[in-house]
């Protein structure tokens, strides 16, 4: 309990003492792309989801204030890469990413897997590699998901389109077999598409992806800044 009770004085003294630095929040660009439940804009054109409450509730604590900008992803994880004082939520942790990115928290938890209409044959998959089997993917442009599947079965063909959502709509138009897509996409793109659950099924989960959706920063964010965002973050409750 006392050391407990230390960490977390260490932890507010510490912030206090960053916050008699200033924070040029207009010089901090903080990015996210449309990926509902996750982030997307509401109907009064402000970005919402379960991972921007927990990046505000961070952002509160660490005494930051700065707006997050919403751009499709492709766009949005370029300029972190490039951009000194980006950060971006949420995405994926892989060997890949690891060292282009500062890793600062993490956010939330998600699984991705492959779906096919149920209405369909099964399609039954080992390895990824046997999709070079199936006729056409539906992917996101530039995602990490993408990316793997290319890796993995680089012969297969793709549609290639700019949010889960439009994938799939491909997938019940009959103009893709497979798209990825985590359980919380499907059950909320299945209300605003007047579909259901039950109308697809899981050829195989994509565990090569792991589970956890992060914040992370260009590699020349201030590092003060970076310390203090990292340091709220250990708060208990704070983030997940």
Same mark, same amino acid.
């Given at each position: 309990m006392i050391n407990k009770l230390s960490r977390k004085l260490c932890v507010v003294m510490c912030l206090l003492t960053f916050n008699s630095l200033?924070? =040029?929040a207009e010089e901090l660009l903080i990015l996210t792309e449309p990926l509902p439940p996750y982030q997307y804009l509401n109907d009064k054109g402000?970005?919402?989801?379960?991972?921007?409450e927990q990046v505000n509730k961070l952002l509160a604590a660490?005494?930051?204030?700065?707006?997050?900008?919403?751009?499709?992803?492709?766009?949005a994880y370029e300029t972190a890469l490039k951009r000194p004082d980006t950060l971006i939520f949420s995405l994926l942790r892989n060997a890949e990413r690891e060292?282009?990115?500062?890793?600062? =928290?993490p956010l939330g938890a998600t699984e991705t897997y492959l779906y096919q209409l149920a209405?369909?044959?099964?399609?039954?998959?080992? /390895? %990824?590699?046997? %999709?070079?089997?199936?006729?056409?993917?539906?992917?996101?442009?530039?995602?990490?998901?993408t990316r793997l599947l290319y890796k993995e079965a680089p012969n297969a063909t793709y549609i290639v389109q700019t949010n889960t959502k439009d994938n799939l709509k491909m997938l019940l138009a009959g103009r893709a077999d497979?798209?990825? =897509?985590?359980?919380?996409?499907? /059950? %909320?793109?299945?209300q605003e598409l007047h579909c259901s659950l039950s109308d697809f099924s899981t050829v195989t989960r994509l565990h090569q992806l792991g589970k956890t959706l992060y914040l992370a920063a260009n590699k020349q964010t201030d590092p003060q800044l970076l310390?203090? %965002?990292?340091?709220?973050?250990?708060?208990d409750s704070l983030i997940y």
């Open positions: 200033s924070v =040029a402000e970005v919402v989801g379960t991972m921007t660490s005494g930051v204030d700065a707006d997050i900008i919403m751009m499709p992803w492709a766009r060292p282009l990115l500062e890793w600062i =928290a209405s369909r044959p099964a399609i039954e998959i080992r /390895e %990824l590699n046997q %999709l070079q089997k199936i006729h056409v993917v539906a992917v996101k442009r530039e995602d990490i998901t497979v798209t990825p =897509a985590s359980v919380e996409q499907m /059950e %909320l793109f299945c310390q203090r %965002l990292k340091m709220a973050a250990t708060a």
